[in-house]
T-cell receptor
Framework: GEDVEQSLFLSVREGDSSVINCTYT??????LYWYKQEPGAGLQLLTY?????DMKQDQRLTVLLNKKDKHLSLRIADTQTGDSAIYFC???????????FGKGTTLSVSS | DGGITQSPKYLFRKEGQNVTLSCEQN?????MYWYRQDPGQGLRLIYY???????QKGDIAEGYSVSREKKESFPLTVTSAQKNPTAFYLC?????????????FGPGTRLTVT
């Protein structure tokens, strides 16, 4: 079945780059997504990438997609303490009716 | 001010009682979703609805029920049959269509059953 895997924790220092990795199983997903969740809140969409792209850049965020290896990564440049949150990778299910989320990576940024 | 509202933010119930969580959206979205979030488990899909008067079970529907009588509302009932109901519940909505499948999330309801 469809599955999305992420490492659970990442700790970086303020000003460094953060790289959060994700692997997924469904190669038919048209879009792949990164969501952010701050403590006690809902999720908000950070960015997405179309499956025929290798890279997408949006200000401090860079998404890399390796479709052959089914590997997705999110790079946050110049990480700030306000970036501390849980980051979820997601893909569409095969029917295209719902999203499948990974377990989330908790990013901790120290000053 | 468009968005999704969930109420209440915190809910406490005794074991054996049914409880209904509210989710309302004014984004004119066709699709709505309920997720459950437990520490270290990520989000797991409970139920979803692509259109009014229709809904489908997600991965963990047992012990839950929903209705979709109005486009803007998708309440979730946690029944006494749900063996471990204490969790953070998130509601989401999205427009139908073939574009980027962005889901908009509500702020969540933290349910504690004792």
């Amino acid at each position: 079945g469809e599955d999305v895997e992420q490492s659970l924790f990442l700790s970086v220092r303020e000003g460094d780059s953060s790289v959060i990795n994700c692997t997924y199983t469904d190669s038919s997903s048209t879009y792949l997504y990164w969501y952010k969740q701050e403590p006690g809140a809902g999720l908000q969409l950070l960015t997405y990438i179309f499956s025929n792209m290798d890279m997408k850049q949006d200000q401090r965020l860079t998404v890399l997609l390796n479709k052959k290896d089914k590997h997705l990564s999110l790079r946050i440049a110049d990480t700030q303490t306000g970036d501390s949150a849980i980051y979820f990778c997601a893909e569409s299910n095969q029917a295209g009716t719902a999203l499948i989320f990974g377990k989330g990576t908790t990013l901790s940024v120290s000053s | 001010d468009g968005g999704i509202t969930q109420s209440p933010k915190y809910l406490f119930r005794k074991e054996g009682q049914n409880v209904t969580l509210s989710c309302e959206q004014n984004l004119n979205h066709d699709a709505m979703y309920w997720y459950r979030q437990d520490p270290g488990q990520g989000l797991r899909l409970i139920y979803y609805s692509q259109i009014v008067n229709d809904f489908q079970k997600g991965d963990i529907a047992e012990g839950y029920s929903v209705s979709r009588e109005k486009k803007e509302s998708f309440p979730l009932t946690v029944t006494s049959a749900q063996k471990n109901p204490t969790a953070f519940y998130l509601c989401a909505s999205s427009p139908r269509g073939t574009g980027p499948y962005e889901q908009y999330f509500g702020p969540g309801t933290r349910l504690t059953v004792t």
